[in-house]
Every structure is written in C-alpha cells, then in structure tokens.
C-alpha cells in the first residue's frame, strides 16, 4: 500500500539528566554512530521525507559535528523549556516555511533509535485517511498495579485497556499545532502529541507496533541498545 508524504519534527533539545552521561544521551556514540543518527536514518531512507525540522538546545555544539548535519532535508530550531515547547517551536517552523495545515506530520523522539521500517510504513499507510491522526504503541504486557508514595498496591490495573505510547506520532499540522498550542496555554500536562490533540476532544488511533522501539533514557537502557542492534544486524 502505498504511504503518504511527511514532514518529520524531532525533539533533541533534552539534556538527558536520567542518563547522567557527560554529554546529552542523544550524542552518545553505540557501534560508531550517534544515537541522534541512527534515529535519523530510518527517515532519511524514505522516499515519503519532505523535510524534517530538529528542535534543538541553544548551547548544542554536537549537531554541526554530524555528517547528516549538512543534509538539506534537514533544518534546525531552538528547542524549548519541556518536549511539548520544542515540538511547537520546530511545528511553528514547518508553517512559517510554507507547509500546509493539512500536510502529515511525524514527530519522534531523537531517543528512540530503534523504530523499524515496517513500523513507521505500517504507521503510516493505517492512518494515510483517518480524519485525527495517531501513534505507534504496544499493548501492556505485564500486571499494573497502582501504588501509594508509600509503595503499597492499591489495585490492579485492567491491563487489557492499557497501551504503552511510543513516538512517531502522527498528525495534520494544523490540527496538531492548534492544539499543542491550546493545550500548552491552559497549562495541561502533554507529555506526548496524542496528549493535546486528546485534551482538544479528539481520539487518535493507536497502531501497534515493535516492542523494541526503546526510548533510551538510563544508563541500563545503552546495553539494551547494543544488543538489540546486535541481534538485528
Ligand atoms: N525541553 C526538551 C526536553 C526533551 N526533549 C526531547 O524529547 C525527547 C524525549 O524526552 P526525554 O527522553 O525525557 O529526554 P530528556 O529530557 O533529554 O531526558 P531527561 O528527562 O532524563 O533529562 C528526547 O529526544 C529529548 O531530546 C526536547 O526536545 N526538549
Ligand atoms: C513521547 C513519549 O516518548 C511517548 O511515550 C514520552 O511521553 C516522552 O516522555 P519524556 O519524559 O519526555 O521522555
């Protein structure tokens, strides 16, 4: 089935704290390239790229060191205060630079280096017509119990209900950037896309897709990286 065009945004302006690493995770080298790149890849290699919109930290010195630095399908923004600020500065860009409020939209996280070609083809050709938009996700596997600060259970989740959300998370840039921006103002919490176009009254869909698309936030999750990569080569 055949994919619709898209505009990718990622958001790589974090400092990456929970690694606790000397530089931002998204930086950090495994098997000789980048976490930063090897995100990048599985986009740059899709015939459906328009172009894609990096949001970035105003002190970041390590973008330029990058030979996809001086891809021209790339362009770069300052990121900003949380994730939801950098998506809309990178959104406001794609705008202010012609793209149209009906043109897809993929955002996705520079620490997820591990999204699968299927995966982000599936994402696409399932949502190419539907009128909201939505995400790739896996459902829960394990039992979920809700705990108190103090650490004891309070009940069990119904997990049949519950899916993990992962990035790209895909949406019309118009209905998007209208609710981001919506959302941010009223001071809701948006930890990802599908939060603001939810908090606007909408449903987006959920595909699902590779358990493995990891989003590298401790120092743990770098060995899982390495084999991981290990074991798809
Ligand atoms: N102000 C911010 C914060 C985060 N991100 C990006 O959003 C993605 C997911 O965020 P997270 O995994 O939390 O990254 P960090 O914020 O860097 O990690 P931490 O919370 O451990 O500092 C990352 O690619 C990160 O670079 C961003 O663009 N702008
Ligand atoms: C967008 C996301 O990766 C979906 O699971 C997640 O919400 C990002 O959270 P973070 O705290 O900004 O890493």
Not at 65 to 83: F, W
Not at 150 to 174: N, Y
Not at 179 to 186: E, F, K, V
Request: hydrophobic share 45%; with cysteine; aromatic share 4%.
């Amino acid at each position: 089935m055949s994919t619709p065009s898209f505009w990718l945004v990622i958001p790589a302006a974090g400092i990456g704290s929970r690694m606790q690493a000397a530089c931002p995770k998204q930086y950090l080298k495994v098997a000789d390239k980048t976490i930063l790149e090897l995100t990048l890849n599985c986009f740059l290699q899709h015939p459906g790229l328009r172009g894609a919109v990096l949001a970035l930290a105003a002190h970041d010195h390590w973008w330029p060191q990058l030979s996809c630095a001086d891809n021209p399908l790339i362009s770069t923004v300052e990121g900003g205060a949380e994730r939801a600020n950098s998506v809309l500065n990178a959104l406001m860009a794609l705008s202010a630079n012609g793209a149209d409020k009906d043109d897809w939209v993929l955002v996705h996280d520079a620490a997820r280096p591990l999204l699968e070609r299927p995966d982000l083809d599936r994402l696409l050709s399932t949502l190419a017509q539907d009128p909201v938009g939505g995400l790739l996700a896996v459902p829960a596997r394990d039992t979920l119990k809700q705990v108190t600060a103090d650490g004891h259970v309070v009940t069990s989740i119904d997990r049949s209900v519950i899916w993990h959300a992962l990035t790209p998370q895909m949406f019309r840039l118009g209905l998007l950037q209208e609710n981001l921006t919506a959302t941010l103002a009223a001071g809701a919490a948006v930890t990802d896309e599908s939060s603001a176009l939810e908090w606007g009254g909408y449903a987006p869909r959920v595909v699902e897709g590779s358990a493995n698309n990891i989003k590298i936030t401790r120092p743990e999750d770098l060995q899982l990286l390495q084999t991981l990569l290990v074991s798809a080569t």
